[in-house]
Protein backbone atom coordinates (compact mmCIF):
# COMPACT_ATOMS: atom_id res chain seq x y z
CA UNK A 1 0.00 0.00 0.00
CA UNK A 2 1.69 3.55 -0.83
CA UNK A 3 1.55 5.55 2.89
CA UNK A 4 1.21 9.27 1.77
CA UNK A 5 4.19 11.05 3.42
CA UNK A 6 4.07 14.24 5.40
CA UNK A 7 6.43 16.86 4.85
CA UNK A 8 6.31 20.03 6.48
CA UNK A 9 6.79 23.06 4.31
CA UNK A 10 6.13 27.01 5.24
CA UNK A 11 2.53 27.89 3.92
CA UNK A 12 3.21 31.33 3.79
CA UNK A 13 5.95 32.10 1.66
CA UNK A 14 7.11 35.75 0.07
CA UNK A 15 9.88 36.70 -1.61
CA UNK A 16 9.80 40.08 -2.71
CA UNK A 17 10.92 43.84 -2.37
CA UNK A 18 8.59 45.43 0.06
CA UNK A 19 7.69 42.03 2.09
CA UNK A 20 8.93 43.48 5.04
CA UNK A 21 6.20 46.40 5.25
CA UNK A 22 3.60 43.96 4.51
CA UNK A 23 3.90 41.32 7.46
CA UNK A 24 1.11 42.91 9.22
CA UNK A 25 -0.99 42.19 6.44
CA UNK A 26 0.41 38.63 6.18
CA UNK A 27 0.12 38.11 10.12
CA UNK A 28 -3.73 39.40 10.17
CA UNK A 29 -4.54 37.18 6.92
CA UNK A 30 -3.46 34.14 9.23
CA UNK A 31 -5.14 35.35 12.08
CA UNK A 32 -2.20 36.17 14.21
CA UNK A 33 -3.08 38.67 16.82
CA UNK A 34 -0.69 38.57 19.44
CA UNK A 35 2.81 37.77 18.94
CA UNK A 36 6.40 37.48 20.10
CA UNK A 37 9.49 39.20 18.64
CA UNK A 38 12.92 37.65 18.43
CA UNK A 39 15.61 40.34 16.69
CA UNK A 40 19.39 40.68 16.43
CA UNK A 41 21.51 42.34 18.00
CA UNK A 42 22.91 45.54 15.66
CA UNK A 43 19.68 45.58 13.37
CA UNK A 44 19.72 48.49 12.08
CA UNK A 45 16.64 50.35 14.06
CA UNK A 46 15.23 51.48 10.68
CA UNK A 47 14.06 48.13 10.05
CA UNK A 48 12.66 47.30 13.17
CA UNK A 49 10.52 50.01 13.03
CA UNK A 50 9.17 49.02 9.37
CA UNK A 51 8.28 45.31 10.95
CA UNK A 52 6.63 46.66 14.05
CA UNK A 53 4.66 49.87 12.21
CA UNK A 54 3.20 47.23 9.95
CA UNK A 55 2.23 45.47 12.61
CA UNK A 56 0.93 48.11 14.81
CA UNK A 57 -1.04 48.81 11.61
CA UNK A 58 -2.80 45.76 11.25
CA UNK A 59 -3.86 45.87 15.28
CA UNK A 60 -1.22 42.98 16.15
CA UNK A 61 -0.32 43.38 19.26
CA UNK A 62 3.63 42.48 20.16
CA UNK A 63 3.54 41.04 24.11
CA UNK A 64 7.06 41.06 24.04
CA UNK A 65 10.36 42.27 21.69
CA UNK A 66 13.81 40.85 22.56
CA UNK A 67 17.42 41.13 21.51
CA UNK A 68 18.99 38.04 20.87
CA UNK A 69 23.15 38.35 21.30
CA UNK A 70 23.50 33.93 22.57
CA UNK A 71 22.09 31.42 21.21
CA UNK A 72 22.90 28.93 24.20
CA UNK A 73 20.41 26.04 24.63
CA UNK A 74 20.27 27.12 28.57
CA UNK A 75 19.31 30.64 27.95
CA UNK A 76 16.90 29.54 24.57
CA UNK A 77 15.10 27.51 27.38
CA UNK A 78 14.57 29.99 29.83
CA UNK A 79 13.44 32.84 26.89
CA UNK A 80 10.49 29.72 26.08
CA UNK A 81 10.12 29.49 29.84
CA UNK A 82 9.31 33.52 30.21
CA UNK A 83 7.44 33.81 26.81
CA UNK A 84 3.84 34.83 27.03
CA UNK A 85 1.49 31.84 26.80
CA UNK A 86 -1.18 33.80 25.06
CA UNK A 87 0.64 34.49 21.92
CA UNK A 88 -0.60 33.41 18.52
CA UNK A 89 2.76 33.18 16.34
CA UNK A 90 6.36 33.96 17.20
CA UNK A 91 8.89 35.93 14.86
CA UNK A 92 12.16 36.02 14.06
CA UNK A 93 14.19 39.15 12.66
CA UNK A 94 17.44 39.94 11.37
CA UNK A 95 19.98 37.30 11.00
CA UNK A 96 21.15 33.65 12.44
CA UNK A 97 21.50 34.00 15.77
CA UNK A 98 17.99 35.67 15.56
CA UNK A 99 16.12 33.27 13.84
CA UNK A 100 17.98 30.24 15.24
CA UNK A 101 16.38 31.35 18.68
CA UNK A 102 12.83 32.35 17.32
CA UNK A 103 12.24 28.97 15.42
CA UNK A 104 13.71 26.80 18.84
CA UNK A 105 11.08 28.84 21.05
CA UNK A 106 8.67 28.59 18.78
CA UNK A 107 9.32 24.39 18.05
CA UNK A 108 9.11 24.61 22.10
CA UNK A 109 5.77 26.40 21.98
CA UNK A 110 4.48 24.27 19.27
CA UNK A 111 3.19 27.74 18.02
CA UNK A 112 3.76 28.69 13.99
CA UNK A 113 6.83 30.46 13.28
CA UNK A 114 7.49 33.13 10.93
CA UNK A 115 11.24 34.05 9.64
CA UNK A 116 11.76 37.00 8.60
CA UNK A 117 15.66 37.77 7.54
CA UNK A 118 17.43 40.55 6.92
CA UNK A 119 20.09 39.21 5.01
CA UNK A 120 21.36 35.60 3.19
CA UNK A 121 23.97 34.43 4.78
CA UNK A 122 23.28 30.77 5.47
CA UNK A 123 20.26 28.35 4.74
CA UNK A 124 18.85 28.76 8.50
CA UNK A 125 16.10 31.02 7.78
CA UNK A 126 13.84 27.63 6.14
CA UNK A 127 15.29 24.84 7.70
CA UNK A 128 13.91 22.45 10.06
CA UNK A 129 17.27 23.13 12.39
CA UNK A 130 18.33 25.21 15.02
CA UNK A 131 22.12 25.87 15.35
CA UNK A 132 22.68 26.34 19.35
CA UNK A 133 25.52 26.17 22.10
CA UNK A 134 25.65 23.45 24.19
CA UNK A 135 28.62 23.77 26.81
CA UNK A 136 30.57 26.42 24.27
CA UNK A 137 30.04 24.32 21.22
CA UNK A 138 27.37 24.56 18.43
CA UNK A 139 24.96 21.76 17.69
CA UNK A 140 22.23 21.77 14.84
CA UNK A 141 19.53 20.39 16.66
CA UNK A 142 15.55 19.32 15.83
CA UNK A 143 13.66 22.33 15.18
CA UNK A 144 10.47 23.04 13.11
CA UNK A 145 9.92 24.35 9.93
CA UNK A 146 8.89 27.91 9.91
CA UNK A 147 5.05 28.80 8.77
CA UNK A 148 6.38 31.37 7.18
CA UNK A 149 8.95 33.17 5.20
CA UNK A 150 8.82 36.41 4.51
CA UNK A 151 12.38 37.45 2.41
CA UNK A 152 12.24 41.21 1.61
CA UNK A 153 14.80 41.11 -1.81
CA UNK A 154 15.24 44.62 -1.23
CA UNK A 155 16.63 44.69 2.56
CA UNK A 156 18.85 41.48 1.92
CA UNK A 157 20.61 43.47 -1.25
CA UNK A 158 21.30 46.41 1.02
CA UNK A 159 23.22 43.93 3.94
CA UNK A 160 26.64 43.75 3.51
CA UNK A 161 28.26 42.19 0.45
CA UNK A 162 30.35 39.57 2.93
CA UNK A 163 27.21 38.17 3.74
CA UNK A 164 25.69 37.56 0.20
CA UNK A 165 29.19 35.67 -0.04
CA UNK A 166 28.48 33.78 2.67
CA UNK A 167 25.02 32.41 1.45
CA UNK A 168 26.83 31.64 -2.20
CA UNK A 169 29.35 29.57 -0.11
CA UNK A 170 26.55 28.02 1.62
CA UNK A 171 24.44 27.44 -1.47
CA UNK A 172 27.34 25.64 -3.24
CA UNK A 173 27.83 22.97 -0.02
CA UNK A 174 24.77 20.78 -2.04
CA UNK A 175 27.41 19.81 -4.56
CA UNK A 176 29.62 18.07 -2.74
CA UNK A 177 26.75 17.18 0.32
CA UNK A 178 24.57 15.45 -2.64
CA UNK A 179 28.28 14.00 -3.80
CA UNK A 180 28.79 12.60 -0.18
CA UNK A 181 25.47 11.17 0.62
CA UNK A 182 26.01 8.98 -2.33
CA UNK A 183 29.28 8.29 -1.38
CA UNK A 184 27.76 7.04 1.93
CA UNK A 185 25.08 5.07 -0.09
CA UNK A 186 27.50 2.68 -1.56
CA UNK A 187 29.33 2.29 0.82
CA UNK A 188 27.26 2.06 4.23
CA UNK A 189 23.92 1.68 2.15
CA UNK A 190 22.83 5.00 3.85
CA UNK A 191 19.32 5.69 1.96
CA UNK A 192 19.14 8.46 -0.26
CA UNK A 193 16.09 10.19 -0.85
CA UNK A 194 15.81 10.67 -4.54
CA UNK A 195 13.44 13.89 -5.04
CA UNK A 196 15.68 15.68 -1.90
CA UNK A 197 18.80 14.75 -3.54
CA UNK A 198 17.02 16.32 -6.88
CA UNK A 199 15.30 18.97 -5.37
CA UNK A 200 19.23 20.21 -3.39
CA UNK A 201 20.85 19.89 -6.84
CA UNK A 202 18.15 21.77 -8.69
CA UNK A 203 18.16 24.83 -5.92
CA UNK A 204 21.38 25.27 -6.63
CA UNK A 205 21.32 25.12 -10.78
CA UNK A 206 18.83 28.16 -10.50
CA UNK A 207 21.04 30.32 -8.75
CA UNK A 208 24.19 29.22 -10.37
CA UNK A 209 22.94 30.13 -14.26
CA UNK A 210 22.24 33.63 -13.09
CA UNK A 211 24.77 34.55 -9.83
CA UNK A 212 24.42 38.30 -9.69
CA UNK A 213 23.61 40.59 -6.62
CA UNK A 214 20.84 42.57 -7.69
CA UNK A 215 17.39 42.19 -6.76
CA UNK A 216 16.21 39.43 -8.88
CA UNK A 217 19.70 37.58 -7.87
CA UNK A 218 18.84 38.01 -4.29
CA UNK A 219 15.33 36.34 -5.31
CA UNK A 220 17.06 33.70 -6.72
CA UNK A 221 19.36 32.75 -3.83
CA UNK A 222 17.04 33.38 -1.33
CA UNK A 223 14.99 30.45 -2.94
CA UNK A 224 17.47 28.25 -3.71
CA UNK A 225 18.63 28.42 0.32
CA UNK A 226 14.93 28.09 0.80
CA UNK A 227 14.25 24.91 -1.23
CA UNK A 228 17.46 23.59 0.34
CA UNK A 229 15.80 23.64 4.03
CA UNK A 230 12.46 21.90 2.21
CA UNK A 231 14.68 18.89 1.18
CA UNK A 232 16.26 18.42 4.72
CA UNK A 233 12.41 18.44 5.57
CA UNK A 234 11.94 15.97 3.23
CA UNK A 235 14.44 13.21 4.18
CA UNK A 236 14.22 14.08 7.32
CA UNK A 237 18.18 14.56 7.92
CA UNK A 238 20.38 17.20 6.83
CA UNK A 239 21.98 15.34 4.11
CA UNK A 240 20.86 16.99 1.00
CA UNK A 241 22.22 20.15 2.77
CA UNK A 242 25.37 19.30 4.57
CA UNK A 243 28.54 16.89 4.40
CA UNK A 244 31.75 16.41 4.93
CA UNK A 245 32.47 20.32 3.50
CA UNK A 246 29.99 21.16 6.67
CA UNK A 247 32.17 19.39 8.74
CA UNK A 248 35.10 21.17 8.35
CA UNK A 249 33.70 24.00 9.25
CA UNK A 250 32.05 22.66 12.69
CA UNK A 251 35.96 21.96 13.19
CA UNK A 252 37.11 25.16 12.22
CA UNK A 253 34.06 26.87 14.34
CA UNK A 254 34.99 24.64 17.56
CA UNK A 255 39.35 25.41 17.25
CA UNK A 256 39.92 28.54 14.90
CA UNK A 257 40.94 31.63 17.09
CA UNK A 258 38.80 33.61 14.90
CA UNK A 259 35.65 31.03 13.34
CA UNK A 260 34.34 33.06 10.41
CA UNK A 261 30.94 33.66 8.92
CA UNK A 262 29.31 30.08 8.08
CA UNK A 263 29.13 29.97 4.49
CA UNK A 264 33.08 31.66 3.99
CA UNK A 265 34.25 28.70 5.88
CA UNK A 266 31.54 26.31 4.20
CA UNK A 267 32.32 27.68 0.62
CA UNK A 268 36.03 27.38 0.33
CA UNK A 269 35.61 24.17 1.98
CA UNK A 270 33.39 23.25 -0.16
CA UNK A 271 35.68 23.88 -3.24
CA UNK A 272 38.64 21.58 -1.08
CA UNK A 273 35.89 18.56 -1.18
CA UNK A 274 35.27 18.77 -4.77
CA UNK A 275 38.87 18.32 -5.86
CA UNK A 276 38.78 14.90 -3.20
CA UNK A 277 35.74 14.25 -4.67
CA UNK A 278 37.04 15.10 -8.17
CA UNK A 279 33.51 16.38 -9.25
CA UNK A 280 32.10 19.74 -10.11
CA UNK A 281 35.45 21.77 -9.06
CA UNK A 282 35.56 23.89 -12.58
CA UNK A 283 31.61 24.90 -11.79
CA UNK A 284 32.29 25.57 -8.23
CA UNK A 285 35.33 27.77 -9.09
CA UNK A 286 33.52 29.31 -11.92
CA UNK A 287 30.70 30.51 -9.79
CA UNK A 288 33.24 31.57 -7.29
CA UNK A 289 35.00 33.82 -10.11
CA UNK A 290 31.60 35.60 -11.27
CA UNK A 291 30.47 36.43 -7.62
CA UNK A 292 33.74 37.68 -6.45
CA UNK A 293 34.13 35.22 -3.97
CA UNK A 294 38.00 34.17 -3.67
CA UNK A 295 38.54 38.22 -3.92
CA UNK A 296 36.17 38.40 -0.35
CA UNK A 297 38.59 35.69 1.01
CA UNK A 298 41.37 36.57 -0.44
CA UNK A 299 40.89 40.12 1.38
CA UNK A 300 40.86 38.70 5.11
CA UNK A 301 42.38 34.74 4.36
CA UNK A 302 42.48 31.89 6.39
CA UNK A 303 45.27 30.33 8.50
CA UNK A 304 46.66 27.50 6.77
CA UNK A 305 47.63 25.57 10.13
CA UNK A 306 44.12 25.57 11.56
CA UNK A 307 42.77 24.58 8.08
CA UNK A 308 44.61 21.49 8.18
CA UNK A 309 43.32 20.35 11.91
CA UNK A 310 40.28 21.37 11.52
CA UNK A 311 40.23 18.78 8.22
CA UNK A 312 42.16 15.86 10.58
CA UNK A 313 39.37 16.36 13.24
CA UNK A 314 36.79 17.06 10.65
CA UNK A 315 35.64 13.04 10.76
CA UNK A 316 35.04 12.90 14.01
CA UNK A 317 32.46 15.97 14.26
CA UNK A 318 29.61 13.48 13.98
CA UNK A 319 29.35 9.99 14.38
CA UNK A 320 28.11 8.04 11.70
CA UNK A 321 28.09 9.89 8.94
CA UNK A 322 30.12 8.71 6.13
CA UNK A 323 31.76 11.46 3.80
CA UNK A 324 34.50 11.40 1.29
CA UNK A 325 36.51 11.99 4.30
CA UNK A 326 36.29 8.65 5.91
CA UNK A 327 36.98 6.60 2.29
CA UNK A 328 40.64 7.12 2.80
CA UNK A 329 43.34 9.58 4.52
CA UNK A 330 43.05 12.47 2.67
CA UNK A 331 45.22 14.97 4.67
CA UNK A 332 48.20 14.42 2.56
CA UNK A 333 45.84 15.76 -0.81
CA UNK A 334 44.62 18.13 1.22
CA UNK A 335 47.72 19.55 2.63
CA UNK A 336 49.38 19.87 -1.32
CA UNK A 337 45.47 21.72 -2.28
CA UNK A 338 46.06 24.65 0.09
CA UNK A 339 49.28 24.74 -1.09
CA UNK A 340 49.46 24.44 -4.58
CA UNK A 341 45.51 24.84 -5.70
CA UNK A 342 46.06 28.37 -7.47
CA UNK A 343 42.32 29.08 -6.13
CA UNK A 344 42.99 27.78 -2.32
CA UNK A 345 46.57 29.64 -2.50
CA UNK A 346 44.55 32.86 -2.86
CA UNK A 347 42.26 31.81 -0.12
CA UNK A 348 45.20 31.13 2.41
CA UNK A 349 47.58 34.41 2.05
ZN1 LIG B 1 25.28 25.47 6.05
Known amino acids: MLIPRQTAIPELVRVKPGALDRIGIYAGRNEFTRVVLFFSQGLDDRLLARLTGSLRSKNVQVLQQMQIES???????????????????????????????????????RLPYLSVPTSLSNDGFCSPQSSLTIAERRYPLPSAMPFGVILDTAVCLDAPEILWHSGVGDLVSKFTAVTDWKLAFHAQETPVDDFAALLSDASVYQFVARPKRDLDGMRLLGTALLLNGISMSICGSSRPASGSEHLISHALDSL???????????G????????????????????FDATGFWQAIASDPFDRAEWLEAARIAPTMKS????????RDCLPEIETALRSDPNLRLCFG
Open 71 to 109: VSFEEVTELFRQAPRNADAIIGFGGGKALDVAKYVAFLS
Open 256 to 266: SKRPRLHGLQV
Open 268 to 287: VATYLISLLQNQNSRRIAAL
Open 320 to 327: DFYTVLSS
